[in-house]
């Protein structure tokens, strides 16, 4: 049984001692009950970011000892015993501009997640430790699981942005409204929110699309370029994405 899903490309995890542009993102994440029935199945798919033919491989998974307890803990790697579960993997390499599972079951540290928490994971690579994400459980309510950017009939620049969300909760969730901004490094932009007043997706793990046109705005998509857009819905905390064109 699936208890939640969060898609979110659009948090980057900074490894300081790789040569840039090697990054890895979080694409989403879901957080599953073991054989026990207790939340503790957690697996994230990593996107890597970077040169053709760079890499990243996986070697831990570091968990905060339960929900918040010690804030700042991600920034102390060489007392993670302290404060930090390690959880060790193997065989995953997360190759540029692809994305790549990974599983760890926190239960053999005897860790559950308990609803409305936050937990802090990081990631230590063969080039550097990632460090740190937030996670809440459950996840948001609606969740980005595919998009689409396109150029509108008789426009000359990309506005049309479609959206394939998913719902995370266990109620029905309607779409408030989306913000967009311009994250492309060396770029200081501005956000635009869009209000919206659908989908409804009335039954847990569904899917709709949601389709929003900028052009009265001003904004439009440029190639090469990174977006940030966060999902405000009627139940559940918003959730984030990076959306590339």
Known sequence: MVFGTDWLRGQLLVCPGCNPPEMLQVDHYTVQNNTSNKPSLLTMWLFGQGPAGKSLQVQELYLENGPMKYSGCQWIPYNESSCLTPFAVQGVTVPSQSIVPVSIDTSSQGIYFATDQQYRFDIVTDKGWF???????????????????????????????????????????????????????????????????????????????????????????????????????????????????
């Open 131 to 245: 460090g740190g994400r937030d996670i809440s459980y459950p996840p948001p309510g609606l969740a980005m699981t595919e998009y689409r950017i396109s150029v509108d009939y008789g426009q000359s620049n990309a506005t049309r942005l479609t959206l394939t969300l998913a719902n995370m909760a266990t109620t029905p969730v309607t779409l408030l409204s989306l913000t967009l901004k311009d994250v492309t490094p060396y770029l200081n932009s501005t956000s635009y929110s869009f209000p919206m007043s659908n989908p409804t997706i009335n039954q847990p793990l569904a899917t709709a699309q949601a389709t929003l046109d900028t052009l009265s705005s001003g904004f439009y998509f440029e190639h090469q370029h990174t977006y940030s857009l966060t999902i405000i819905s009627s139940n559940g905390p918003n959730s984030t994405s990076a959306l590339n064109y």
